[in-house]
């Protein structure tokens, strides 16, 4: 007989250690949330900022996700919205199931992502359940967090950086049976040990973003930050920048935070950041929506220079298109311009005079590999890297969730719970939450 989820939730309510939730019977089905094949057109012809993430995220009973070589089932006590939930909901700037299409001719494995719906979701804490043929390394009861980075490493151009292996893809966007789900199917080199001071909703948040950071200021793979450097920091206050910040003054970086409110400027100086600039306060106009203004780049170069002393030698890009001529003019000689994504386009407009001739460097930058991820997790752990998350909701509430992502109604990270029946559970090592209370504390409000 199957068991159900329902009774997975009890016994986190009642404390359960892993062991015991990993004893129960697996359930036939699970409630997650999903987008359908059949309504991928849906918002054809809509402005990008019109689609409506409620209207195509739903959530819904599906079979169990299946169990193959090297892959574990983990119950998953809470996740988080993370910017490609949002595309995978809008269908942009393609649809998710033309990833899984492609995946599903490369076997009989793969095959099993190629379905009319799509589980979604890249971040997740919880407890494995079962493990498969080939898993050494975890056994089911263990806590854990989960990185995003889905790949089998078959081909050689892996194994300096999975990150370049042609197999990467990013699970629950790329994948199928992702972290909104109430067990979600991962591979065992995804896993990582649950931070035992953080609840479950804090650590479900620390993945993706936390990953995405290190790899970016820290790793050989990117800017590879030194004690002293200026780094500037697009959208500190967010769950991306949010966590830059925290690397660069663990780091011995210098931080300059760009943010949008006088709030947001007061909540960065309360956690450390010295240096921020309030773009709508200063009212600046980096780009015109067809090319940048130099005067403005010129004025924002003077302005940082008056806060730090020095111009950038490493700016922290993610927004893209409206920011990334003011990037590359910003950033001193010899500096780097790192980016991973392009949430205000992806299309660039830069002046390639003051790139070439200063000797900068532009650096592209995708998530994490296994080892990077490993890092960051074992820094959260140790209570250096902080969760952000601004709040939480329920799963059956995830549409709503991913609209205030869409609609930049956010701060920090947005968390969502799934078998966790109440926020603040979770946590198996009080004596060092005490420790860090007051720094998570701290960043929580960094999310309010």
């Not at 899984?100 to 919880?126: K, P």
């Not at 089911?140 to 194994?159: K, Q, S």
């Not at 820290?218 to 925290?246: R, T």
């Amino acid at each position: 007989m199957a068991g159900s989820c329902d009774q997975i939730r009890q016994a986190v309510l009642a404390g359960a250690t892993g062991g015991e939730i990993a004893a129960l019977e697996l359930p036939d089905h699970v409630v997650a949330a999903v987008t359908h094949k059949d309504e991928q057109t849906m918002f054809e012809g809509l402005d990008p900022a019109d689609k409506d993430p409620r209207k195509a995220l739903h959530v819904e009973d599906v079979p169990l996700p299946p169990l193959g070589p090297n892959e574990c089932l983990v119950a998953v006590m809470a996740s988080a919205i993370n910017f490609n939930t949002v595309w995978t909901s809008i269908f942009e700037p393609v649809s998710t199931f033309k990833f899984l299409e492609r995946f599903g001719r490369e076997g009989e494995l793969a095959a099993r992502h190629d379905l009319d719906y799509h589980i979604v979701g890249s971040d997740a804490s919880g407890v494995v359940l079962r493990a498969g043929p080939g898993v050494t390394r975890w056994k089911p009861g263990d806590r854990v967090t989960i990185h995003c980075n889905y790949v089998d490493l078959e081909a050689p151009t892996g194994h300096d950086d999975s990150m370049l292996d042609p197999g990467q893809r990013i699970w629950g966007f790329e994948t199928n049976f992702g972290g909104l789900a109430e067990i979600a199917m991962v591979k065992s080199n995804q896993l990582m040990p649950k931070p035992e001071h953080l609840t479950w909703e804090e650590a479900a948040c620390l993945g993706l973003v936390s990953s995405t950071a290190y790899r970016m200021l820290v790793s050989s793979n990117g800017a590879q930050m030194k004690q002293g450097d200026v780094v500037l920091v697009w959208g500190a206050s967010g769950g991306l920048g949010g966590f830059a910040c925290q690397y660069v003054m663990n780091g011995g970086g210098i931080p300059v935070g760009v943010v949008s409110s006088e709030d947001k400027v007061r909540l960065l100086n309360s956690i450390g950041v010295q240096h921020v600039i309030d773009r709508r306060a200063d009212d600046y106009r980096f780009w015109d929506g067809e090319v940048g203004d130099q005067s403005e780049w010129r004025r924002f170069g003077k302005r940082i220079r008056e806060l730090a002393g020095e111009d950038p030698d490493i700016v922290f890009e993610h927004p893209g298109r409206a920011t990334f001529g003011a990037s590359v003019f910003v950033a001193k000689r010899g500096g780097k311009i790192v980016t991973c994504a392009s949430t205000s386009g992806y299309e660039h407009t830069y002046d390639n005079r003051y790139l070439w001739m200063n000797l900068k460097t532009i650096i592209g930058s995708h998530f994490a590999n296994y080892k990077e991820a490993w890092e960051a997790n074992r820094l959260a752990c140790l209570g250096r890297i902080h969760p952000i998350l601004s709040r939480t909701f329920p799963l059956a509430e995830t549409g709503d969730a991913a609209y205030q992502v869409h609609r930049n109604l956010h701060y920090g990270k947005i968390g969502i719970r799934v078998l966790s029946p109440e926020d603040g559970l979770g946590v198996t090592d009080p004596e060092l939450r005490e420790r860090h209370i007051d720094a998570i504390e701290a960043f929580r409000h960094l999310g309010d």
